[in-house]
């Protein structure tokens, strides 16, 4: 699965439940924080991205943030 596909398949779950999502995509983050764990999954994937999925997977962890404040 791309991050891309990923991001539109769970953008409207809850911030707690996404961890377990993400760290099931993306098998380096082992950390037990979904600030982290987002912080991660950018750093993981922005690269080869046009500026459209940058943007989105930008506003998918932005808007979780803002979620869990």
């Known amino acids: 699965m791309h991050i891309i596909t990923l991001i539109r398949k769970y953008k409207t779950t809850p911030p707690e439940e996404l961890l377990p999502i ?13 600030h982290v764990a987002l912080l991660a999954l950018f750093q993981n994937h922005f690269e080869g991205l046009n500026n459209r999925r940058l943007y989105e997977l930008m506003r998918f962890i932005n808007t979780t943030f803002e979620v869990m404040s």
């Open 22 to 34: 993400i760290q099931n995509y993306d098998k380096t983050i082992t950390t037990k924080s979904i």
